[in-house]
């Protein structure tokens, strides 16, 4: 027993040892890019990364970036970040005071204690038009008019179905919508009374929304049967979390076609990673008037981008397929398709005339750095936009020998075996405690 305890502590020592990880040097990162700010500028500075530096970096978590002032081998702290929405899930609300009178209906919602940008509106109704038109009240007796928006729902006519209502940003206590509604053109839809009015979410507000960054894009198009096809390749390590179509200006007719997003690494060991996300790009738009049938405003709905966070590409290279289904109709004249992930920046301290700074990279042994400055991270309402040059190899580059021990380079393994010891300590205790039961 003495001596399986000597074991789990040399192991943890081993542990303890392999998480310290070796000391970067710039002369063993193989990529560099310059790091530009503005003539003059200081204080918090913020840069976004593209693609090459994902593809590139020696892991997918970019555990080897760092970053120094020209000619120098002293690193500079630095944070990375990510867009992302500040809440980042629509929050449901309350609906009350649902009335329908003279064909209208009308209702109150109670709104979140957060700036926000639109409302979706649960809707039981299909094959509709609709205006709403919409208050925003603060207080007894006050109401401000924050505008009419166009709903509807044409899935007769196999278009889309669009129930947000998009509003300046407001920070209002409570809204009051009155809906005007009337059925699609050809539709026999009468049933639009007050039960149609189920609920109300708020999505995250168009101020905060993720900002995106294109990673590869293509504007080549194949056709096989009613499918209109694409293929991108991406490199290892470059996340993909959106895609987005482009159509030729001049196309102006209204679609919904559904996208199938497939993600395939070029491993063949990692083909059981395959996974595909199904999505649908739309656009419809009808001009107000007795003529479209459509009441109120019109009409002018776009979605042509898909979330699409694929794991597939992460540790090695994939190829992304898209297809649209066109379904017996003529396919869309598609201009390109581009692959985006979400927006990345370091953030740093600059300080004032500096040099310009080198962001460095291309190192497989490194682990990800511990600045202070990332705990201790703010980020400004206006840090200095700096700017990545070309990426450019390491003029003074040396290839690190790896030096580590056959444990450093697997540590897993170390885990693994501290496992396998821990389980044969239960099994002796367990079977000492039973052998003690049984003399007594």
């Known amino acids: 027993m003495k001596t399986s305890l000597t074991l789990v502590a040399a192991l943890l020592w081993q542990m303890a040892s392999v998480s310290a990880g070796p000391i970067s040097d710039p ?11 503005p003539d003059g500028s200081a204080g918090q500075a913020c840069v976004m990364l593209d693609a090459t530096v994902f593809a590139h ?18 690193e500079v702290p630095f944070t990375l970040t990510e867009s992302e929405t500040q809440h980042p899930e629509e929050e449901p609300t309350q609906v009350r005071n649902v009335e329908g009178r003279n064909g209208d209906v009308s209702f109150d919602i109670v709104m979140p204690s957060r700036p926000y940008t639109a409302v979706v509106l649960d809707l039981a ?32 006519q196999h278009l889309s179905r669009s129930t947000t209502l998009p509003l300046q940003e407001s920070s209002f206590s409570e809204l009051h919508v009155v809906l005007h509604l009337a059925p699609a053109p050809g539709s026999q839809n009468h049933n639009l009374g007050p039960a149609i009015v189920k609920a109300a979410s708020v999505p995250p507000s168009r101020e905060a929304q ?124 598609l201009r390109s398709v581009r692959l985006e992930m979400r927006q990345r920046k370091i953030c740093f301290d600059a300080a004032a005339n500096s040099a310009p700074y080198i962001l460095m990279y291309g190192d497989a042994v490194l682990r990800a750095p511990l600045y202070n400055y990332a705990r201790l991270f703010h980020s400004a309402a206006q840090p200095v936009v700096a700017t990545l040059g070309p990426e450019q190899v390491n003029p003074s580059f040396i290839a690190r020998v790896d030096r580590r021990s056959y444990s450093e380079r697997h540590p897993e393994l170390l885990w693994t075996l501290l496992l396998a010891v821990f389980a044969v300590l239960g099994s002796i205790a367990l079977r000492n405690n039973r052998r003690h039961r049984q003399r007594n």
């Open 57 to 74: 970096a020696a892991t997918e978590s970019l555990n080897d970036l760092r970053l120094y002032a020209k000619n120098s081998g002293v």
């Open 210 to 333: 993720t900002l995106y960054t294109a990673v590869a894009e293509t504007t080549t198009f194949a056709q096989r049967g009613h499918e209109s096809l694409a293929a991108i390749r991406v490199p290892a390590h470059v996340p993909v979390e959106r895609v987005s179509l482009a159509l030729d200006s001049g196309f102006d007719k209204n679609f919904a076609r559904t996208v199938d997003i497939t993600a395939t690494p070029d491993a063949t060991r990692d083909r059981e990673a395959i996974e595909t996300i199904h999505g649908e790009i739309s656009r419809v738009k009808l001009a107000a008037g007795s003529s479209s049938g459509v009441p109120g405003v019109p009409i002018d709905s776009r979605g042509m981008s898909v979330d699409a966070v694929l794991g597939a590409n992460l540790r090695n290279g994939a190829t992304v397929d898209l297809a649209i289904e066109n379904d017996g109709n003529q396919p869309l004249p």
């Open 27 to 37: 002369r063993h990162l193989r990529y560099e890019r310059a790091v530009a700010l």
């Open 125 to 156: 109704a299909k094959d509709f038009l609709a205006t709403a038109q919409v208050y925003g009240m603060q207080g007894i007796g006050k109401r401000t008019d924050l505008g009419s928006f166009a709903l509807f729902d044409l899935s007769a």
